[in-house]
């Protein structure tokens, strides 16, 4: 027999927006009655998000400490005819241990997993069984809502947790190395240090479709890791993903694809970087600026991330348009070369990009100097752009 079920906080979607979300909820407000829910078994899924020291502001980093489970200081960078060790930090989380620690801090009750949901407002969940979940609000952390709302380019790859049977000699990660055969638009491979004998290795493509052909990526995986020396004991790990790359698109008919009066975060509020498609930085921000909140009623919390959804795609039309350059204006082969320049400039207007925190000083440094693309093309795909 169907039941209702009453809460403050109602999370839809145990991905990392939906669990940062549960934890800061939870810490800033012990008492508060959080549910999350998903039809899947884990909070997270199975992934591995990672961002650089600069990416995180250092009053939420409360946040994500507890998940962090690799850091380095310094990271890699190789181009045809460019490479750097940049001094930076760097910080891995693995799915495990968000859900590890979603299950810590919330209560078994408010974790509501293996739980289809088959609709979403302002105030109530429906479950696929018939239960119904009345709260004074609720977050849709689902993932995205209509991307061909969007114009889009993606990013795409297979990554691949190996053990090793000796021992490697990169004490760093290779964030790009770039000097691979250039397939499909600008590929690199992403390589992460777990341990001595562990190595996390991705083939990562910035391609004009969102086509992903495991077993060829992993043949290619296996050919670059065979180039590098190293020897696989086995496979401990295996995640694939598709990631927006954003040159355009209406925001607002967007944002209301997903519930045009429910609050949402993580993909389904557009918050992710338009340029790298991650989504961390603007998931922890997002929990934060929630967390702060102390009227959770489905309206606030509604004006709350739309307003900040909104302001974040607004303040990002730079990066829109870079991406524009790179896709409309420069071959696909010769993609690589926009990146190649763009680490040649200082570490910390890197780190600012990355972040998505840009001044105007940044920005004329990215576009002054020789042009990586034909400045005609680079032009007319910007026009475009903004005529679309």
């Known amino acids: 027999m169907a039941s209702t079920i009453s809460c403050d906080v109602a999370i839809v979607g145990a991905g990392l927006a939906g669990g940062m979300i549960a934890l800061a909820l939870k810490a800033r407000h012990p008492a508060l009655d959080v549910r999350l829910i998903d039809a899947a078994t884990v909070v997270g899924g199975n992934h591995l998000w990672s961002f650089f020291g600069s990416d995180v502001a250092q009053g939420d980093r409360w946040i994500v400490a507890p998940l962090v489970v690799h850091a380095w200081q310094g990271y890699d960078v190789r181009f045809p005819a460019h490479e750097r060790t940049i001094d930076a930090t760097y910080f891995s989380i693995e799915s495990s241990n968000l859900d590890r620690e979603v299950r810590r801090v919330l209560p078994p009750h408010a974790l509501m997993l293996g739980r289809k949901v088959s609709g979403a407002s302002a105030t109530a969940v429906v479950l696929a069984d018939g239960d119904r979940i009345e709260a004074t ?18 990013q795409k790859f297979l990554g691949r947790e190996l053990a090793l049977s000796v021992p490697h000699a990169s004490p760093r990660p290779m964030v790009m190395d770039a000097t691979i055969p250039q397939i499909d638009g600008y590929r690199f491979v992403y390589c992460l240090p777990f341990g001595a004998e562990r190595m996390f290795v991705e083939d990562t493509y910035y391609s004009d479709t969102p086509d992903l052909d495991i077993p060829v990526l992993g043949a290619r ?3 670059y890791v065979a180039g590098r020396g190293w020897s696989v004991a ?6 694939s993903g598709v990631l927006p790359v954003a040159m355009g698109g209406d925001f607002e008919a967007y944002w209301r ?3 045009a009066h429910v609050a949402k975060a993580g993909m389904r509020a557009g918050m992710f970087h338009p340029t790298t498609g991650y989504s961390l930085p603007d998931a922890v921000r997002t929990a934060s600026m929630l967390a702060d909140l102390n009227d959770f009623s489905g309206a606030k919390l509604h004006d709350a991330t739309h307003a900040m ?12 348009m870079l991406d524009t350059m790179l896709f409309r204006a420069a071959e696909p082969e010769e993609r690589y070369r926009i990146l190649e320049r763009f680490y040649r400039l200082s570490p910390s207007l890197i780190g600012r990009f990355y972040a998505g925190r840009s001044t105007l000083t940044d920005k004329a440094r990215v576009l002054t100097g020789k042009p990586p693309v034909p400045i005609v093309r680079a032009v007319r795909a910007i026009a475009g752009s903004m005529s679309s």
Do not use: H, M, Q
């Open 137 to 154: 609000g609720v977050i849709d952390a689902r993932g995205p809502g209509d991307l061909s709302l969007l114009d889009l380019a993606w």
């Open 221 to 223: 995986i296996d050919e």
């Open 234 to 239: 086995s496979v401990e790990r295996e995640e």
């Open 257 to 259: 694809s997903g519930g």
């Open 309 to 320: 959804a909104r302001a974040t795609w607004k303040s990002r039309g730079f990066y829109r």
